[in-house]
């Protein structure tokens, strides 16, 4: 696991490697994020790309407090855009937008 400092020297591939094995790690906890804020679905319906990608994003809003969770959602319906779809970019960005409320990432929601 990488330092908090080393964080902030780590090049791409590096925090790729840490945000994968964070995710791994916290797997039942991230998926429970996950279903908690899904409005009358269940995780196993969604597509394991864009399963992934919301694994991957809750983990870095989870673990990551100094990254700006705006950031994060931003970047998050960029990719759902182009490596799935319009629509499962716009059902991340509201599981994305609930689960960052509800920790407290979203000031003044």
């Given at each position: 696991?990488?330092?908090q400092a080393t964080k902030l020297k780590?090049?791409?591939l590096e925090f790729a490697h840490e945000l994968v094995e964070q995710?791994?790690?916290n797997l039942s906890q991230v998926d429970l994020?996950?279903?908690n804020h899904?409005?009358?679905w269940k995780q196993e319906r969604l597509s394991a790309s864009l399963?992934?990608?919301l694994r991957l994003a809750v983990t870095e809003i989870n673990h990551w407090p100094k990254t700006d969770a705006k950031v994060i959602l931003n970047e998050m319906v960029e990719i759902c855009k182009k490596y799935v779809d319009p629509e499962a970019a716009s059902l991340a960005n509201?599981?994305?937008h609930k689960l960052s409320a509800t920790l407290g990432r979203l000031p003044g929601v």
């Open positions: 696991m990488l330092s780590a090049g791409p995710t791994w790690n994020l996950i279903q899904l409005k009358e399963n992934a990608l509201g599981i994305l």
